[in-house]
């Protein structure tokens, strides 16, 4: 039998575990600017740098490109449906538009630049008390462009009673990790596409970080959706490096099966590789 003392003692451990980490989770990300559906919160170098994908981690960040946010926003889609792979929705409601406008004109012309953390709530029509959409991504703007990363797309969150603004606020980091479905579609194909891990040992794709405009970062040819099973092909032969590569394309060309011009620029590519 547990004595009233040790009880006493254990729920004092648990109060003082407990505000431990809500101060540090509180001095890692701070909000900064909010409305009934939309929070912005600043996030620390110390949180953003061990979260994102190592290659995004090593960015420099810079507050320039911060006024892109919205038209960034205007071009990304969501899967609506499960069935039907064709069958998509915006993401951000055109309400919400001018309120992250304005926080993008803010950030953008800021002396000091920080990544950034959005997250908004679409409520559900049939109960819009006590369930809701729930959606956060981090903002990290650079010299040439945008990042944006997602942690949650349109998450169903249910409340056992009416939910207040600190309710759906919650936010628990986690790394960034791919998310290998078909979440995003993204409709501008000149500025944006999806992110590929360049320096992972296998094919990695995440369909839950979108690039604009920063080129280090864009995958040759630029990916608008995760792609469907079927469309990413196996090769049908296996290279063991790229100088067998160069010499199968060297005895091509002595064979005249394609000109210098060609050859030129393949063997550009495979240097490039190499």
Known sequence: MISLTAISKYSFLLILFFISNCGSFTNKIKLIDSSASLAFFEVEEEEWRTIFPNEISKLTINSKNFIELPNVLKSIQYKRGVLAYEDWDVL??????????KFAEKVSISKESKVYLCIFKLDDILSPNVKILKTSFYILSTEDGLVLLFHEINTNISFQTQYSFEDWVIFHPTAIKPIY??????????HTSLFKDKLATKNIIYGNVVVFDIPSLIPNPPLFRYPKEDEISAPTEQWKSVPEKLK??????????ITDEEYNRKKTELLKEF
């Open 92 to 101: 951000v409601p055109d309400s919400y538009l001018p309120e992250i406008e």
């Open 181 to 190: 479905r078909p979440e995003l579609l993204l409709r501008d194909k000149q």
């Open 248 to 257: 199968a394309l060297e005895e091509m060309r002595k064979n005249k099966l």
